[in-house]
């Protein structure tokens, strides 16, 4: 049953959005419209609404405009995202997971003649069970992003902050509640896949307190500053605290603070050619000043494999990234409107990290070859590896046959080095803010280990704006 659901799945997706796409698709990048003109690359505000624009129920009887003339923009999702191991792992089965979302973001503008101020909130409601944990035994990655973290609660809060922008956009600030990789270390490429390794923000950054995204918070404030329309520098501070909120994420009281997240990001954001063709050049760092535990050596200095005692505590892990996309050809409006390609590097402290590398390339395109611009496609390749002190602690524990350490979310079924995903999809938009998307990943060596067949999963993203 399990295997025939998740083939039956891809093919119910395939059986729409194949047919569909031979239609032709009318919006804003059709091809007899001009293309972009060649300006100067301007960088917008930090906030963007994750929720889109298009909505299945329209304008909602008018009330959508009405709420919006007076500053109040609400905005509700519904996302599911089912995959199936079809071979390989530990089982053949299928898992759904979904989450329902809103987003409340008020413009103070409109509401107390506050020019530049807003606040932003999202809530949302995660449900189902993982694929990875259930059938692959991945403790490292998950096929589907969007499992894990929300709590299993009727309504865990993602972020409430408060944020304000210069005329010009050249200084913005915000503070309050809210993920830190946010804003550090994303790009909206990322999650049009569904695997976890790179939707949010690219591993191991959220894996460790220090780069926390979606949907876990911390208190904290950031600034960014453009000292030219086409370069940025962003640095932030942000509150280290046990449990970040609780499964929840609404117990915000002052907590006893392990430390101090300190990311700093610098940017380029240039504009090539008559078609403006927009790339995004960025490198940044994370200080985390907390304590973690060394992962091969205790407190005296022996392994800690043998001596059955933690690690020794080490002031500190910093985290360091280099993030590029680059549009190719133009297709239509916007900067993502086209073929781009990405890459990108992360790197952790070996001794104190169990993920330490990620290194990740990949295209993304819309459909407009086949009359449906609105539609994307892409391919992403990610290669990630476990830190050289765990793998030398597993090697030690392997040959006097002790239990292995995992490095991940559950135990490790061998000796754990490195990591490969390859990802494939198509999102075809199918209705007014409806869009579904087949979804086919081969994860090679999961939880990074040998022990573990290479796992071919198929999927199925689906994908509801209000």
Known sequence: MHQNAAAMAFAVALAIAVPAAQAQQPGPAAADQPQAAAVTATIPALFGPPLGDDHLFGDWGGARTWLQDRGIDLRMNYLTESAGNVTGGKAKGFDYSGQVALEIDLDFAKIANLPGFAVHSMIVQGNGRSTSQDYIKDDLDAVQEIYGGRGNVIAHLVYMYGEWASANNRVDVAAGWIPVGTYFASSP???????????????????????????????????????????????????????????????????????VSIPVEVGWVPSFGRDGLVGHYKFGFDVDTSDYPDQYVDQNGNPIALSGLPGVERRGRNMYYVMIDQMLARSGQGDTA?????????????????????????????????????????????????????????????????????????????????????????????????????????????????????????????????
């Open 189 to 259: 490429l990322y999650c049009d896949f569904m695997n976890v390794i790179i939707c949010g923000n690219p591993h191991p950054l959220p894996v460790y307190n220090g780069e926390l995204d979606w949907p876990t918070g911390t208190w904290g404030a950031q600034i960014r500053f453009l000292p030219t329309p086409q370069t940025y520098v962003m640095a932030g501070a942000f509150e280290m605290a046990p449990d970040f909120g609780g499964a929840s994420g609404w117990d915000l009281s002052p907590k006893t603070a392990t430390g």
């Open 338 to 466: 086209g073929l781009v390609a990405f890459a990108g590097w992360v790197h952790a402290d070996q001794n104190v990290s169990p993920l330490s590398t990620h290194f990740f390339a990949g295209v993304v395109d819309t459909a407009e070859a086949i009359g449906r611009p609105q539609d994307t496609f892409g391919f992403n390749w990610n290669w990630f590896a476990v830190s050289s002190a765990l793998t030398r602690t597993q090697e030690l524990e392997s040959e006097f046959g002790l239990p292995l350490t995992g490095g991940g979310l559950g135990p490790a079924y061998g000796i754990q080095t490195h990591e490969q995903t390859l990802e494939l999809m198509y999102t075809a938009q199918v209705y007014r803010g409806v869009s579904v998307m087949p979804d086919l990943q081969y994860i090679i060596h999961p939880g990074a280990t040998p022990g573990i067949h290479n796992a071919l999963a198929l999927g199925l993203r689906t994908n509801v704006q209000f």
